[in-house]
């Protein structure tokens, strides 16, 4: 507070201090603080302070002084030196703010014989500060007024004669006095006393500490006086993110506690609290609904406002409106809220506000207001805008047009998407749908089949309309408007031309190997040629090929397209009328194919896979073979190719010319009577396969050659040649060790006499187990290298497996009877007893080579127990549980007979 923290320091130049005394008077009191609100915002809030504290203004006095406002000071006996300034100060000092200090000096001589001149006594007021902490004044460069005062005051008039020296000074700052001597001056042992009386200025200042939930530090404010003698003093705060005492600024965010403390000159303290919100209030427009329309203009908007923590501000609750012509679009600045229409409600937690609109004029006008209020805390709430429309005049038939029609709610003014039953009407203003009937209406003096609206706009079905009609529309009925004005009559008007051309675009022929004719018609005269644009499959601009349209027939043109590329091409057309309605049609193609790609494949007998490369010579081991010929290449030439079909032509098989069928024919046969038993039979599974079916070939080679021809007689430039051998089947080849092999047959051998199946193999002997055999155990070897087998085993069969010891690691060649259609003879089947068996892995499709999977024990053969296969190379025996392979044998212990079925 003022009266403990600032001091006023004075200087008196007449003698050399030695002593000062400073005396001063207590001042108890109480004071008490308050604030404003109990809530603000943060940040951006303010808050009021008011300090009441009486005591609080007085000027400074000198306990042992007179009177209220005088201190005595005593200079002690010394010689002070011309111009020497000595400072003198009080205990406290008032802060001084524009000001005036009356200041008179008044000195007694200790000793009569030494006088003092007054006359020659300047007094003067030093600027500066008082430190605290070292009990020193610090000075400042005063201002050019004050400094001009002081001269004023060194004129020898300005002395009393009674010693007196009085004088005034305006005083921004605070400061000390000073006395100054323009001569020395003796002053005796006992000093000479004088006494300074002043008084406070009109406004001083008073300090109160703010503190917060997020700064309980804080800082101290300062509150200033509201004017002489008042003992009220005032001062404000601000909330912030972050303290800053230099702007009254303290740290607060929602939920925080602000705290205001005063301390009065007696120690007494006094606090006031603020809560932190940051709720805005709550504002509800209530009437009338936004869209509302009426005819009458002084009408009530009514909301409601709430705010259940800092409550609102009653005052602060504020209509704002604005007004626009709706015929013009220009404001209405006459549309008011009448000042003294306002009225305010409470409610549970705030209130429910009316006001009327003033000056609305006649015609259409459209309004829009909103609500803002404040609560206690400052924070502001603005409602919705909402607009009304005040509607003094009836609606007027605007405009008509074609083809415009309502799609799930929305207006569809697109031309080219129009609908030749629908004719559009606008009004000036929206219509009452309700009130609409089809009878309110004629089209060239015919009541539409119905009627519906949205807006301002009326849509009327009629009979199907020509793509460039412009029916007369006309009202005859009652048309309300929303706010209740009806038209019972109004102009005709002829509707304009919304829907575009009807285009229709034609290619012949749609699939050419060069060349092909665009035609384009439309159903009206357009505003210039149809424009045309062609891409390719890719998706890139082909036009370049694009002749000059021209106009063949009324409303009818023509152009002819040029390409050496192969593709599927888009046509895009579109026109203009002559209300510019544009109209486009997008979904017509055509091809254009002027090459046959080489086939995809060829298939074979004996080839697993599809063969690519048509130049080469391939082997098959039947007599019977069926080839297919495989052209699908022909339907991927491009992106979109929509025609796959080929012919073969030109098929040779060897000296064989062999008739192929053409388009959708069916099957044909090509032979050569009793002279040859050769017969091809050739269909066409599909459109781009060939099937060719050759019986009775003689052991040999041929070479097969053909072309081809697709739907635009595209053909390869060169025919497509492969050789083809027909040869034996290969021998079944059986893999064999050094020592002991237990191997099998698949099928049986073409000749089954030993000597035939081992041949010159030089495998010494032959063993296996037939437990339908006297002894069961049949044998053969050779009595010498190169000799042939003798034994109990004469021939060798597919039903059982053998036991072969072998010298070398060759193979073993044995020629197969592999099974066939149209046979007379059954499928192989095996005899199995109960006990140990030697069992074969047979082979009914005929295609397996030695080791291959055949299938599992338990799947291959029912009732087995165990079952072991043979290791050569360590010479001993493993249960076997996986898979059985061609060409092995294995022992197999069985606990019944049964048949074995491959």
Do not use: C
């Not at 001056?185 to 006494?195: K, Q, R």
């Not at 203009?297 to 005052?315: N, P």
């Not at 549309?335 to 409610?347: K, L």
């Not at 203003?429 to 519906?452: C, H, K």
């Amino acid at each position: 507070m003022k009266s403990k923290a600032r001091f006023l320091p004075f200087v008196l130049t007449l003698a050399l201090l030695t002593s000062l005394f400073v005396l001063s008077q207590a001042t108890a009191a109480t004071g008490s603080v308050a604030l404003d609100k109990n809530h603000i915002k943060a940040p951006d809030g303010m808050v009021g302070i008011t300090v009441s504290d009486p005591a609080a203004n007085v000027g400074i006095v000198n306990e042992e002084s007179a009177g209220a406002g005088m201190v005595s000071f005593v200079i002690p006996g010394r010689t002070i030196a011309g111009n020497e300034a000595v400072r003198f100060r009080t205990a406290r000092s008032p802060i001084l703010s524009s000001s005036a200090y009356d200041l008179t000096m008044e000195g007694e001589m200790g000793d009569s014989n030494i006088g003092v001149d007054y006359r020659d006594v300047v007094l003067s007021l030093v600027y500066g500060r008082y430190e605290t902490s070292t009990g020193e004044f610090m000075d400042m460069t005063p201002p050019d007024e004050v400094t001009a005062a002081w001269e004023a005051l060194t004129a020898p008039s300005t002395v009393g004669g009674d010693g007196r020296h009085p004088f005034s000074l305006e005083n921004p700052q605070g400061g000390a006095f000073i006395l100054r001597s323009a001569n020395d001056v003796d002053v005796p042992t006992g000093g000479i006393m004088f006494t300074a009386t002043y008084k406070a200025p009109d406004a001083q200042m008073e300090t109160v500490r703010i503190t917060s939930t997020q700064d309980p530090a804080g800082f101290d404010i300062s509150v200033m006086e509201t004017g002489a003698d008042t003992g009220v003093f005032t001062g404000s705060f601000t909330t912030a993110d972050a303290s800053d005492p230099a702007t009254n600024s303290i740290a607060a965010i929602a939920g925080s506690l602000i705290t205001v403390t005063y301390e009065d000159a007696g120690g007494d303290e006094s606090r006031d609290r603020v809560a932190v919100e940051n709720t805005a209030p709550g504002v509800t427009l209530i009437a009338p609904d936004d869209g509302y329309a009426t005819q009458i203009r002084g009408v009530r908007l009514s909301a409601e406002v709430t705010d259940t923590e800092a409550g609102v501000v009653e005052g602060s609750i504020t209509f704002h409106v604005s007004g626009m012509d709706v015929g013009t679009g220009a404001p209405e600045p006459d549309v008011t809220i009448s000042p003294e229409s306002q009225t305010n409600v409470a409610i549970s937690g705030g209130f429910r506000s009316e006001a009327q609109l003033h000056g609305v004029p006649s015609g259409v006008t459209e309004v829009t207001w909103h609500v803002t209020v404040e609560d206690g805390a400052g924070n502001m709430a603005m409602s919705d805008m909402s607009k009304i429309r005040i509607d003094t005049q009836a609606p007027m038939l605007d405009s008509a047009i074609t083809g415009q029609h309502l799609s799930d709610g929305d207006i569809v003014t697109d031309a080219s998407d129009a609908d030749p039953t629908s004719v559009r009407v606008d009004f000036d203003e929206d219509v009452d749908g309700d009130s609409l009937q089809a009878t309110d209406f004629r089209v060239n003096d015919i009541v539409p089949a119905d009627v519906s609206s949205s807006g301002s706009s009326v849509f009327l079905t009629v009979a199907a309309m020509a793509s460039d009609a412009t029916p007369t529309v006309k009202v005859v009925g009652a048309v309300a408007d929303i706010a209740g004005n009806v038209t019972t009559g109004t102009p005709a008007v002829t509707a304009a031309d919304g829907i575009a051309p009807n285009l229709t675009v034609e290619v012949d022929p749609g699939y050419a190997k060069s060349e092909v004719e665009i035609r384009v018609r439309s159903d009206e005269s357009l505003l210039t040629l149809p424009s045309i644009s062609i891409s390719d499959s890719d998706g890139n601009d082909a036009t370049g090929g694009l002749s000059r349209l021209t106009l063949i027939a009324p409303d009818h043109y023509m152009a002819t397209y040029k390409s050496s590329d192969a593709s599927r091409f888009e046509v895009m057309v579109s026109g203009k009328d002559t209300r510019d309605n544009e109209a486009s049609v997008g979904d017509v193609a055509f091809e254009i194919d002027n090459a046959l790609p080489m086939p995809t494949s060829i298939t074979l007998p004996g080839h697993a896979d599809p063969i690519t490369d048509l130049s080469g010579s391939y082997g098959i081991t039947t007599s019977n073979p069926f080839i297919t010929i495989e052209w699908d290449s022909e339907a991927s030439e491009y992106e979109g190719d929509s025609h796959g079909a080929v012919d073969v032509t030109g098929l040779m098989f060897g000296d064989f010319e062999v008739n192929t069928p053409m388009g959708d024919e069916g099957g044909v046969r090509s032979d050569w009577g009793d002279d040859s038993p050769v017969v091809f039979n050739v269909t066409k599974p599909s459109a781009n396969r060939l099937l060719i079916s050759a019986r009775s070939l003689a052991i040999g080679k041929y070479t097969m050659t053909f072309n081809g021809s697709d739907e635009l007689g595209n053909a390869l430039g060169d025919a497509i040649s492969i050789d083809i051998e027909v040869k034996e089947p290969d021998p079944f080849s059986i893999t064999l060790t050094p020592g002991w092999n237990l191997v099998s047959l698949p099928a049986e051998p073409q000749m089954s006499g030993i000597n035939d199946v081992m041949g010159d193999h030089a495998a010494s002997i032959v063993l296996t187990y037939d437990p339908t055999q006297p002894g069961a155990w049949l044998s053969a070897s050779r009595p010498g290298a190169g000799e042939p087998f003798a034994g109990s085993l004469e021939s060798i069969n597919a039903r059982t497996a053998y036991w072969i010891f072998t010298d070398s690691f060759d193979s073993l060649s044995v020629p197969v009877t592999r099974p066939t259609g149209g046979g007379v003879t059954l499928l192989p089947t095996v005899n199995l007893v109960a006990g140990w068996n030697l069992l074969p892995v047979l082979d009914v499709s005929g295609g397996a080579a030695f080791g291959d999977d055949a299938s599992s024990v338990g799947n291959y053969v029912s009732n087995v127990v165990r079952t072991y296969a043979y290791n050569a190379s360590s010479d001993t025996f493993t249960q076997h549980t996986g898979m059985l392979q061609v060409g092995h044998g294995y022992w197999a212990y069985l606990s019944s007979a049964t048949v074995l079925v491959p």
